[in-house]
């Protein structure tokens, strides 16, 4: 707990941060989109820390429906243990990239199930679920039902066949009473959607009637899901189970975590997401009488040399191969560095290659071995005496803390390339630094030994303040820069790092 703020007569409460990740489906193993949503969540959430908050890190699978019975039946087995095996695909892989989340929650515990059946109860009763029944075409081999528009020739476009008209009764969500609800919300709560062009886009779909939603699957169609509270004959379908988990990981509605971090949420998905989370989340927690989440953030989607990501492609990229090969730290520092935030980006084993000897191995491992071999060459390797009232001209403390500046407001804005950025142009900055004012000369001369010591002492510093910076990023290279400097890692907090 940080001390109160006794000034002004109230007690601070200590900055809170609740992040989350989607949680992923099961039904495929983890690849580079999962990778980067979660590890651009694990960047923000280290960033937060550094900030001063205490957070709190969700990820998690998605582990009910159909699309999951059937790639079980793929492999004979029984989607129990199907998605016990790929559930833990993703649950080892996240400590391999260095992402360090306080939870991961999976749909299927009991914990969970319970949550998802209150929040059920709660909306029921009071009325805003009802039942229906309607005509649609269905086809048998995908287990779906189909638009008209969908269909290629009449026929299911993966089975070949005409769909046959069949008659269902479900459970509908209304959500069309609370549209203008969410529209004023959305309005009133600037950056409840981030970035701007996401939120544009959710409001010109509330501009069109909100249809109500299909919450329900009979069970003579699919038992592997949370069966309904007023209804044994249904399973609950997706969205309900899903966006669920939110709230059930921090133990609604009375677990302390809840209390304590639900106020600060902020959900991280790709743009396939957004109308679940932008619209359907904010209306269920509305329709249960929950504060709504404080925002969204969304972010595009990775290409891989050029096109979608595709198994017919073979171009599904797979973050161990390419961490195995190039290392983790570097595979972050690509990934938040070459995408902006809410635009596609393209990955490319060429470009990933000429960033890693660019920006890494140039530019800032150069700038550090330099550095480090002039001050064991010269000074044996002690820290010496920065002179700063004599040789104000050789500072660059000036240039660090704007450095510091721009990297804090491009973070906390979520602009993670634009934090980098201002990192990588103060790294620049210090290699033209060496090139003007030759160390190597100053050292043939005994009278210009303190001028020596002022450019040493001034790069060391300088390199101590990249060191912090990389740390939400790169936390390895981070790590290992501080120790060779000889430098504690500071607890939290830019004020101790500055110190
Ligand atoms: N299970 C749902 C989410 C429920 S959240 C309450 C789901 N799962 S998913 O496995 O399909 O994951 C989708 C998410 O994976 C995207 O929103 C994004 O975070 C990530 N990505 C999947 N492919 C991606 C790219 N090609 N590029 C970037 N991220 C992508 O939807």
């Known amino acids: 707990m940080r001390p109160g703020n006794h000034h002004t007569g109230f007690i601070m409460e200590p900055k809170t941060q609740f992040f989350s990740t989607p949680i992923y489906y099961v039904n495929a193993k983890p690849h580079l989109g999962h990778a980067y949503t979660t590890i651009a969540t694990d960047v923000a ?63 299927t515990q009991s914990g969970h199930i319970q949550v998802v059946e209150h929040l059920l109860s709660k909306i029921h009763a009071r009325g805003d679920i009802y039942f229906s029944s309607y005509e649609g075409l269905y086809c048998y081999g995908c287990e779906r039902f189909y638009q008209e528009r969908e269909l290629v020739d009449g026929k299911c476009p993966d089975h070949g066949t005409a769909p046959s008209s069949i008659k269902e009764s479900n459970y509908f969500f209304k ?23 996401y939120e544009t886009e959710i409001l010109s779909f509330l501009k069109e009637p909100l249809e109500d939603l299909c919450i329900s699957r009979p069970k003579s169609r699919l038992t592997w899901g949370i069966t309904l509270p007023f209804d044994d ?14 709230i059930s990981a921090l133990g609604y509605p009375d677990g302390p975590l809840f209390k304590k971090f639900w106020p600060s949420a902020r959900h991280f998905v790709a743009k396939d997401i957004i109308k679940p989370h932008g619209i359907y989340w904010p209306i269920m927690l509305k329709a249960a009488g929950l504060d709504i989440y404080n925002g969204l953030n969304v972010h595009g989607f990775w290409n891989v040399s050029g096109s979608k990501m595709s198994k017919s492609i073979g171009n599904v990229t797979d973050p161990v191969q390419v961490t195995g090969q190039y290392g983790v730290d570097a595979f972050r520092y690509f990934l938040m560095r070459e995408m ?29 071995s330099r550095v480090l071999s002039m001050n064991l060459k010269y000074f044996k390797g002690q820290v010496p005496a920065l002179h700063s009232d004599i040789f104000s ?8 803390d704007a450095t510091i500046r721009h990297f804090r407001a491009a973070m906390a804005g979520y602009a993670f390339h634009k934090g980098l950025e201002a990192v990588w142009q103060f790294i620049s900055r210090m290699n033209k630094y060496i090139d003007t004012h030759e160390p190597w000369g100053l050292a043939k001369d005994p009278k210009t030994r303190p001028r020596l010591e002022a450019v040493i002492r001034n790069l060391l510093e300088g390199l101590r303040t990249v060191a912090a910076l990389i740390y939400p990023v790169m936390p390895e290279t981070s790590r290992k820069m501080l120790q060779e400097l000889t430098i504690p890692q500071p607890e939290s907090g830019f004020s101790d790092w500055n110190k």
């Open 45 to 107: 959430t280290r960033f937060k820390q550094m900030d001063g908050y205490d957070t709190y890190f969700l990820t998690g699978t998605d582990e009910h429906g159909d699309k999951i019975v059937q790639a079980a039946e793929k492999q004979s087995q029984s989607p129990a243990q199907y998605v016990e095996k790929i559930s833990r695909l993703f649950q080892d892989l996240w400590p391999r990239l260095h992402i360090e989340n306080d939870q991961f929650i999976r749909t």
């Open 175 to 197: 959500m069309s009473q609370y549209q203008d609800w969410l529209i004023d919300h959305i309005k009133t709560h600037p950056g409840f959607i981030h970035p701007k062009q």
């Open 233 to 246: 004959n249904y399973v609950t379908y997706v969205w309900f189970d899903a966006l669920t988990n939110y």
């Open 340 to 368: 902006v935030f809410g635009l596609d980006a393209n990955f490319t084993e060429d470009v990933l290659v000429s960033r890693i000897n660019a920006d890494l191995a140039n530019d800032l491992g150069n700038l550090f």
């Open 393 to 400: 001209d050789l500072s660059l403390a000036p240039e660090a």
